[in-house]
């Protein structure tokens, strides 16, 4: 949509300005509750333009990306219902305004967390799977907060632990296939990293 690559471009710019980190903290407490642009572009640009802060800046993301998701989790716990089983206003503008919520998706959802519980979290914080709509279902649904601050952090970190990396080793020359193949790369680590540790448990 063109409105989604305008903001994509507006939050680009920041990496221009001397307010770039204030911007990425914002950008990734905002996407973890409401916002539809992940905090991943800017987190590059950042990187790029300044390659010795590269952790520095992945740390702040997964700061501020941990710290609003606990604020999509209250947003879930309490003020999405106004009555048990129906929604409130809140919930209905949500529905109705942000990218990625509708009702057959969060009760979706749902199932996810009662079959795979800390496993879908983690692959929502680490996966392009929008990961706002899983936080404040965390919350609606009275998900263990220990177990999704837990599996919060850990796949925030990886995710923007490992993109910094990358363009603090490789540089320019890497950006582009970070752009193209991201997605797919990070659905491919997360089956992987799932499916040793079931290994790994089926094993023992």
Not at 24 to 51: H, Y
Not at 53 to 78: D, E, M, P, R
Not at 110 to 137: E, M, Q, R
């Amino acid at each position: 949509m063109k409105w989604v690559r305008q903001i994509y471009d507006w939050v680009l710019h920041w990496a221009e300005t001397p307010y770039g980190p204030i911007a990425l903290f914002l950008l990734g407490f905002a996407e973890a509750s409401f916002f539809p642009v992940p905090p991943d572009a800017l987190l590059i640009a950042l990187v790029l333009g300044a390659r010795k802060k590269a952790f520095n800046f992945a740390f702040l993301c997964t700061l501020a990306s941990v710290t609003g998701a606990l604020l999509g989790y209250s947003i879930g716990h309490f003020v999405w219902w106004s009555a048990p089983g129906q929604f409130s206003s809140i919930a209905q503008f949500f529905y109705h305004n942000i990218p990625g919520f509708d009702q057959k998706i969060f009760y979706d959802v749902k199932a996810l967390y009662d079959k795979w519980n800390f496993w879908i979290i983690f692959t929502a914080g680490f996966t392009p799977i929008p990961y706002k709509v899983f936080t404040i279902s965390a919350g609606a649904f009275d998900i263990n907060l220990f177990l999704f601050i837990l599996a919060s952090v850990i796949s925030r970190a990886g995710r923007f632990f490992l993109v910094s990396f990358l363009i603090w080793k490789f540089g320019e020359q890497i950006k582009t296939f970070i752009d193209k193949y991201f997605d797919w790369l990070a659905l491919a680590f997360t089956v992987l990293l799932i499916g040793g540790f079931f290994a790994i448990n089926y094993l023992l």
